[in-house]
């Protein structure tokens, strides 16, 4: 149960969801937590993960807490501190050079001969991260957001909070689901390129790494989960980012630039006239994991 709460940032009124407050600084936790349980009680011992560094630094301080060994293979320019949060727990760094999706290729090669710990693939992970739609609804009373804004990446918060309003309406307690906003780094946004049927871009560097996804295997799912909550996808520029985490800084929120994109799409929504009277964004990391 992380912190919602309001707050005026930059002359407009939001609901903070401080999800980098979860015990390894990331909503990543959410989805370690409940994938690393069901595979210990499967009798799994040891695994391997393929991560940016959140999802990673998560798998290996639950295996730890599981007595579960485990192999994070993260890109070679994945930021220090997260490494070392990694180290932390015990697990074994494997640094794969190129992009984010040569690590992805790398993994799927060790998961021949070993389980794979898989924050992407692995449903079990999305039976984590849509507990956020639970205490959402239980913090606000049963009075939902008219918008939630997240970043996306591989899509395992889009997805997951997606699931747990799915659940809810299932259940009869909402009648449909918030607006969900997806957000994306320009410099990689291949949600954001299905969504508009613009030109596909390219895998380019940025600060919001955490996100920088060229080719989600999930890309389908992610669309759906917007276009059902009558959401839509939004993407920041480098300079977007930057300026969104040092306003976010000055508020007191120690937050990453993964994070800070809700923030700048939020500012971006408002001076467009699409952003809704109720919005929720979601911090989704530390700020101690990009900052050496």
Not at 48 to 68: R, T
Not at 134 to 149: A, H, R, S, T
Not at 261 to 288: D, I, K, M, P, Y
Request: include cysteine; charge should be neutral; hydrophobic fraction near 40%.
């Amino acid at each position: 149960m992380t912190p919602l709460h309001q707050i005026n940032y930059a002359g407009i009124r939001l609901w903070l969801k401080h999800d980098y407050l979860c015990p390894t600084g990331s909503y990543k936790d959410r989805g370690a937590a409940v994938l690393v349980n069901r595979a210990s009680s499967l009798g799994v011992r040891s695994g391997v993960e393929d991560s940016s560094g959140n999802a990673g630094c998560a798998i290996a301080a639950y295996c730890a807490l599981a007595g579960m060994s485990c192999q994070i293979y993260v890109p070679a320019g994945t930021s220090p501190n997260k490494l070392r949060q990694i180290e932390a727990y015990g697990a074994d760094i494997i640094k794969i050079s190129g992009t984010r999706q040569d690590t992805s290729d790398a993994v799927k090669h060790a998961a021949k001969t070993s389980t794979y710990l898989s924050h992407i693939y692995d449903p079990h992970f999305y039976q984590g991260t849509k507990t956020i739609a639970f205490e959402l609804y239980e913090q606000m009373q049963g009075n939902l957001p008219d918008q939630i804004i997240l970043p996306v990446g591989h899509g395992t918060l889009l997805i997951g909070i997606w699931h747990g309003f799915s659940q809810l309406m299932e259940l009869g307690l909402i009648t449909h689901i918030p607006e969900l906003i997806a957000v994306q780094a320009a410099a990689c946004a291949p949600l954001y390129a299905a969504w508009s049927g613009s030109e596909t871009p390219g895998s380019l560097p940025t600060l919001a790494e955490g996100i920088a996804i060229a080719r989600p295997p999930r890309l389908k799912q992610m669309l759906r989960a917007v276009r059902e909550s009558n959401g839509r996808v939004e993407i920041v520029s480098e300079s977007n980012i930057a300026d969104s985490q040092s306003e976010a800084w000055r508020h007191g929120l120690f937050i990453e630039p993964t994070s800070a994109v809700v923030l700048a799409a939020a500012v971006n929504l408002s001076l467009q006239g699409f952003l809704a009277e109720r919005t929720v964004c979601l911090l989704s990391g530390h700020g101690l994991k990009s900052v050496c």
